[in-house]
C-alpha cells in the first residue's frame, strides 16, 4: 500500500510510533513514551524498498515480519487501532505520514547500525522542517553506545572486563517493563498489510519458516526455554541437543524485549543462567562496538589484517556455500544454514574458522553469505563472529587457534546424530567413520568416498600451514591494551 492513500482519521493531532526492529506492543519504551504523550497514537511499520532491494526474492525474514506484523495488527485491532504499514523509503514517507496524521512527535526505538543512524538523522532533518520531533529512545539493548567505558573513558574491546563493568552497573530499574497499557489510541479504518507477493517475494517463504514468529513465538520459545537455561552450560555446545534458546531472531526483530530476556537470567541463580546471561553481554559487547567502530562492518578491526593476501578460490566458496566440502560437520553446518535459515553457534565458529583458515577466503565473503541467509542475521553480532573467527577481530580467536574440524565434530556431534540429520549421503556411516570419511578403515560396502560423497576439497594439516604463514606474514598484530 502506497501510504499516499492512507486516509487520516481526522485532522486532530496524534502521535506517530514507528516500529523497526521491535515489533511488539508491550514493554516498549518508544510506544510507552508516545502513550504517555496524551494523544492518540498510531503505529506504522515502513517495508523499506532499499533494504528488500537487496534481498532474494525467496526469504525467510520477510515472513517473519510479516507474520510478526501480523500478530500486532491482531492486538491493535483489540483497541480499535490499525498498524499502518507501507512500501518505500522511510526517509520520505515518515514525514508524509507525520503530517497527515496532524503528528507533532515521531517515537521511535534506537538502531545502532551505520546504515540506520544516517536514515534517522536524514528523518529527524526532514521532520524538523515540518516542526515535527523524532524522539528516539533506547530499547534494543541494557546498555548503549557510550554507557559502558574503560576508566580511561575509552570504549571496550576486550570482552571480559566489558561484562565485568555490565554486570556491576545493571539495577533492577534497567530491566523494568515499560507500560504500554495507559494511553489511547487513534482509531483508524482498516488497513491491510501487503503479502509477500505484493511486496515482491515468493509467497511460499512462509513455508520455510520454521521458528515461531511474533510475540506469541517469543513467549513460547522463553517458556520452553525456561526450564532447560540451568543446564544451558553443559548442552550450549552441542548442535544435536536442544541446549540453546533459538530466541536470537526474536532479540533481532524485537518481538522479544530484551529486559524480558536479561530477567529470566539476572541475577543469576545457577551457573546456566550465569552462561546465558553472559551471551546477552556479548550481544551488547558487538552493538556498542559497532557503534564505536562502524568501519569494522567493512574491514578488519586489527590494522595489520586490513589486507591480508587471501587467494580467495571461488570453486572452493561454492563448495563450502552448498555443503560440499568433504568435510562432514562443515557440510551439516551450512546445510542446516540453507535449509532453515539458523546455524548453531559452534557450528558458525567452525564453518567460519574452516573458510578462513582452511580454505583461505577473506572472512567477508562468509560474512555476506550469513546475512544473506540467517534468519536472526544482526549486522553487531555477524561482523563480530566472524571477525572473531578470523582472527582479525577486537578480543579475536589468535591466529595461530586454528580449529581441527574432525576434532571438533568427534567432540560437538560424537554420535554423528547431527551430521547424519544434514548430511544424509553419511547416513550408514558408523560414528568412527563419519566424522572423516577418508581416514575410516571401513566404509559401508556401498559407499564409495568421491561419489556419493566429496572426498575431502583441502587437506587441514596442509591448509593450517598456509594459514599461519598468511597471518605471519602480514606480521604481529599490535597488542590490546587499556580496557579495565
Ligand atoms: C560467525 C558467527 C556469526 C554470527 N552471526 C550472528 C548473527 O548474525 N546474529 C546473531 O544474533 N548472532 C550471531 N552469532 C552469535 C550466535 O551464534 C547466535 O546468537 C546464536 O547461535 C543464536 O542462537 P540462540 O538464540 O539459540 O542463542 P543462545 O545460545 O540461546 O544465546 C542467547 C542469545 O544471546 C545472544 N548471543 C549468543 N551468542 C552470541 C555471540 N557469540 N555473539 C553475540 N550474541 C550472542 C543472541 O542474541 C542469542 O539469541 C554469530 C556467531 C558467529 C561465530
Not at 501480523?70 to 505520514?97: M, N
Not at 521511535?108 to 532533518?125: F, G, K, M, W
Not at 546424530?417 to 556411516?429: A, D, G, T
Request: with cysteine.
Amino acid at each position: 500500500m502506497p501510504i499516499h492513500s492512507f486516509s487520516p482519521p481526522n485532522q486532530d493531532p496524534h502521535a506517530l510510533c514507528w516500529l523497526r526492529r521491535d515489533l511488539r506492543l508491550h514493554d516498549h519504551a518508544a510506544l510507552h513514551h508516545a502513550l504517555k504523550s496524551g494523544l492518540p497514537v498510531a503505529c506504522v511499520f515502513i517495508f523499506d524498498s532499499t533494504i528488500l532491494q537487496s534481498l532474494p526474492s525467496q526469504d525467510v525474514r520477510l515472513a517473519f515480519i510479516r507474520e510478526s506484523l501480523l500478530q500486532v495488527q491482531e492486538q491493535l485491532r483489540q483497541f480499535g487501532s490499525e498498524l499502518i504499514t507501507a512500501h518505500g523509503d522511510p526517509e520520505q514517507l515518515i514525514p508524509e505520514l507525520a503530517a497527515s496524521l496532524n503528528a507533532n512527535a515521531v517515537y521511535a526505538n534506537e538502531d545502532y547500525e551505520p546504515a540506520a543512524i544516517s536514515r534517522d538523522q536524514t528523518v529527524l532533518q526532514r521532520l524538523g522542517e515540518q516542526d515535527v520531533t523524532l524522539q528516539l529512545f533506547k530499547d534494543h539493548v541494557i546498555f548503549a553506545r557510550d554507557e559502558i567505558l574503560t576508566q580511561q573513558k575509552q570504549p571496550y574491546t576486550v570482552f571480559t572486563p566489558y561484562k565485568r563493568n555490565w554486570l556491576t552497573r545493571i539495577r533492577s530499574e534497567d530491566v523494568q517493563s515499560y507500560d504500554c497499557k495507559q494511553g489511547s489510541w487513534a482509531q483508524l479504518s482498516s488497513q491491510a498489510i501487503p503479502s509477500l507477493n505484493e511486496l515482491g517475494f515468493q509467497d511460499d517463504s512462509k513455508d520455510q519458516l520454521l521458528s515461531p514468529a511474533g510475540w506469541q513465538g517469543a513467549q513460547t520459545l522463553l517458556e520452553q526455554f525456561e526450564p532447560r537455561i540451568h543446564a544451558y552450560q553443559e548442552r550450549r555446545d552441542f548442535p544435536a541437543k536442544r541446549g540453546v534458546s533459538y530466541l536470537a531472531p526474536h532479540l533481532r526483530f524485537g518481538t522479544l524485549s530484551i529486559r524480558q530476556a536479561v530477567s529470566l537470567a539476572w541475577p543469576s541463580d545457577s551457573d546456566g543462567a550465569a552462561t546465558w546471561l553472559s551471551e546477552l553481554i556479548w550481544r551488547e559487547f558487538y552493538q556498542q562496538f559497532l557503534w564505536h567502530h562502524p568501519e569494522t562492518a567493512t574491514e578488519s578491526f586489527k590494522p595489520a589484517y586490513k589486507s591480508l593476501p587471501f587467494p580467495n578460490r571461488e570453486d572452493w566458496f561454492e563448495a563450502w556455500k552448498e555443503g560440499r566440502t568433504g568435510y562432514p560437520i562443515v557440510d551439516a553446518a551450512m546445510r542446516q544454514l540453507n535449509q532453515t535459515g539458523y546455524m548453531h553457534n559452534r557450528l558458525r565458529m567452525i564453518s567460519a574458522s574452516f573458510l578462513v583458515k582452511d580454505l583461505l577466503i577473506d572472512w567477508r565473503w562468509g560474512e555476506h553469505y550469513f546475512a544473506e541467509k540467517l534468519l536472526d542475521y544482526d549486522m553487531a553480532s555477524n561482523v563480530g563472529g566472524w571477525q572473531w573467527a578470523a582472527s582479525t577481530g577486537c578480543d579475536a580467536q589468535p591466529y595461530f587457534r586454528i580449529f581441527n574440524p574432525v576434532t571438533q565434530s568427534r567432540k560437538f556431534d560424537p554420535e554423528g546424530q547431527f551430521i547424519r540429520r544434514y548430511v544424509p549421503e553419511l547416513l550408514n556411516l558408523d560414528k568412527q567413520a563419519i566424522h572423516a570419511p577418508w581416514q575410516a578403515k571401513q566404509l559401508p560396502l556401498d559407499f564409495k568416498l568421491g561419489q556419493h560423497y566429496p572426498a575431502p576439497v583441502v587437506d587441514h594439516d596442509v591448509q593450517r600451514h598456509l594459514a599461519l604463514a598468511l597471518f605471519k606474514q602480514a606480521g604481529e598484530p599490535e597488542p590490546i591494551d587499556g580496557n579495565t
